[in-house]
Antibody
Framework: EVVLVESGGGLVKPGGSLRLSCAASGFSFSRYNMNWVRQAPGKGLEWVASISSRSDYIYYADSVRGRFTISRDNGDNSLSLQLNSLRVDDTSVFYC?????????????????WGQGTLVAVSS | IQVAQSPSSLSASVGDRVTITCQASQDIFNYLNWYQQKPGKAPKLLIYDASKLEAGVPSRFTGSRRGTEFTFTISSLEPEDVATYFCQQYHQFPYTFGQGTKLENK
């Protein structure tokens, strides 16, 4: 079974840091581009960051560039998101999501597999 | 690229035909997907490439494109279809989502 499981969320003060992880299983993780998507409480979906299968292409939303860092470890089948300089408006459920179809380059596509999400709450 | 989704909410009865629209701010060809999200759950891919049905998704869900306007249709609403639906363009970064349509049972 293809599964993504996020972890690492929690309550943090403004200006603080957090590291999210996403454990992948049931598929050849190293062959797929991956993403982080977030959803503020009661709001819509916002794409956060993308990383290619070999980590050679990385993209960020303007709202997080310079504060968040996406990375992956293909040997460990894991995806990470380092969150620094957190703000109150970063409060969201963060999902990791797989791009449909194997890709070895700069590929965009539908997000066909999602994790269950992990909540990041930023509050003083 | 902006994707303007409408309506933001709608109420329908079991058996009704339901239509949701996304208007892209520029030509995105067929690079648009549709997702379903139920409360407290992750989104689920239903339609990709504007009109292709994801494996395991019931055939009552369809998608179409006319120029920069994309339409998502549920041919006959089932009780389990109550959810919020989002479109997403993937013609170029950044990926962008529509604002969502909350579908409720009348």
């Amino acid at each position: 079974e293809v599964v993504l499981v996020e972890s690492g969320g929690g309550l943090v003060k403004p200006g603080g840091s957090l590291r999210l992880s996403c454990a992948a299983s049931g598929f050849s993780f190293s062959r797929y581009n991956m993403n982080w998507v977030r959803q503020a409480p009661g709001k819509g979906l916002e794409w956060v960051a993308s990383i290619s299968s070999r980590s050679d292409y990385i993209y960020y939303a303007d709202s997080v560039r310079g504060r968040f860092t996406i990375s992956r470890d293909n040997g460990d089948n894991s995806l990470s998101l380092q969150l620094n300089s957190l703000r109150v408006d970063d409060t969201s459920v963060f999902y990791c999501a797989r791009v449909r179809g194997e890709c070895t380059g700069d590929c965009l596509g539908a997000f066909d597999v999602w994790g269950q999400g992990t909540l990041v709450a930023v509050s003083s | 690229i902006q994707v303007a989704q409408s309506p933001s909410s709608l109420s329908a009865s079991v058996g009704d035909r339901v239509t949701i629209t996304c208007q892209a701010s520029q030509d995105i060809f067929n690079y648009l997907n549709w997702y379903q999200q139920k409360p407290g759950k992750a989104p689920k891919l239903l339609i990709y490439d504007a009109s292709k049905l994801e494996a395991g998704v019931p055939s009552r869900f369809t998608g179409s494109r006319r120029g920069t306007e994309f339409t998502f249709t549920i041919s006959s609403l089932e009780p389990e279809d109550v959810a919020t639906y989002f479109c997403q363009q993937y013609h170029q970064f950044p990926y962008t989502f529509g604002q969502g349509t909350k579908l409720e049972n009348k």
